[in-house]
């Protein structure tokens, strides 16, 4: 697929993508340093991180710099903040860091839900304000850009703790917008329909039976999943400079799928408890095999 930026777009750009290492955050960085930037990422899973960095240095010739850290803990993004700076200021930042799987609400147990919560909800808002506050304390102009999903308009049966926490971001870019607009300071957001990825699709769709709905694309009106570039473009497009009047706004990229419906996962309650037993299992071992890989 043919860009249609130019090719140093972003060269003056200094971007954070957190969760950066895997999955849409992977290709959003690949976006990023095809057209230009300088492109930090991070994670709890350092050797990820290294890798991702290296091939995606090595194959578009941008700088990508991988950074260890947790999310839930605030003084560690404020440690990993320090670091960035020390190389000079971000002029953007992407929330892309995320955690889900499917389940019944009443299976849930409150480790689950703050697994889910912790990343989505609390560490994309902590690093929204570090950076922030950064950007305020210097007078600096910047742009946050949230990846999101469309459930944030409809809410979504299975996935009931990224629902709400994906939705808590989506009132945070249009409350910052207003708060921090004075300063220069944009927000907006993202909500994907289905791209697929490894490591979501574990967990959203472990077993043949749970691809319905959100994870199907004969669901979506143009009848396919979305493409790497379609969404890299949009995410170059809400960090490039000519565009500075877009603020608070949630951009939907996702075939007209959330408003043909079914694009929830509404249809998972046609899944037996055998099923469902497979889907945890499933589920279970995608999870073990990215804690033993952890190294923060």
Request: aromatic residues 8%; charged residues 20%.
């Amino acid at each position: 697929m043919v860009s249609p930026f130019r090719s140093d777009v972003l060269s003056a750009k200094r971007i954070l993508v957190s969760g950066g290492g895997t999955g849409l955050g992977r290709e959003i960085t690949r976006g990023f340093a095809q057209h230009g930037a300088t492109v930090y990422i991070c994670g709890r899973r350092e050797g990820i991180l290294a890798e991702t960095a290296a091939e995606i240095s090595a194959e578009t010739g941008g700088k990508v710099i991988g950074i260890g850290c947790n999310l839930r803990e605030p003084d560690s993004i404020a440690a990993m903040a320090e670091r960035i700076w020390q190389d000079g200021a971000l002029t953007g930042l992407v929330n892309n860091a995320a955690a889900n799987f499917i389940s019944p609400t009443k299976d849930l147990t409150p480790r689950g839900y703050e697994a889910i919560r912790s990343t989505v909800m609390d560490g994309n808002f902590y690093a929204t304000l570090e950076v922030g506050k950064r950007w305020i304390a210097a007078g600096q102009r910047g742009s946050i850009v949230s990846n999101l999903v469309t459930w944030v308009w409809t809410g979504s049966a299975y996935v009931v703790p990224s629902a709400m926490a994906k939705t808590a971001l989506h009132a945070m870019t249009m409350s910052l917008a207003v708060e921090w607009g004075p300063y220069g300071i944009r927000l907006n957001a993202v909500a994907p329909g289905p791209f697929p990825t490894e490591g979501a699709w574990e967990k959203l769709s472990p077993i043949p039976e749970a691809s319905i709905g959100a994870s199907s694309a004969e669901e979506v009106p143009m009848r396919r999943f979305g493409e790497m570039p379609e969404l890299q473009n949009l995410m170059i497009f809400l960090q490039a400079d000519g565009c500075d009047y877009i603020t608070g706004q949630t951009i939907g990229i996702d075939g007209g799928h959330h408003l043909a419906a079914p694009s929830t996962f509404a249809g998972l309650s046609k899944l037996t408890d055998e099923q469902w037993g497979r889907a945890r299992e499933a589920i279970k071992a995608s999870a073990a095999k990215e804690k033993s890989q952890r190294t923060v």
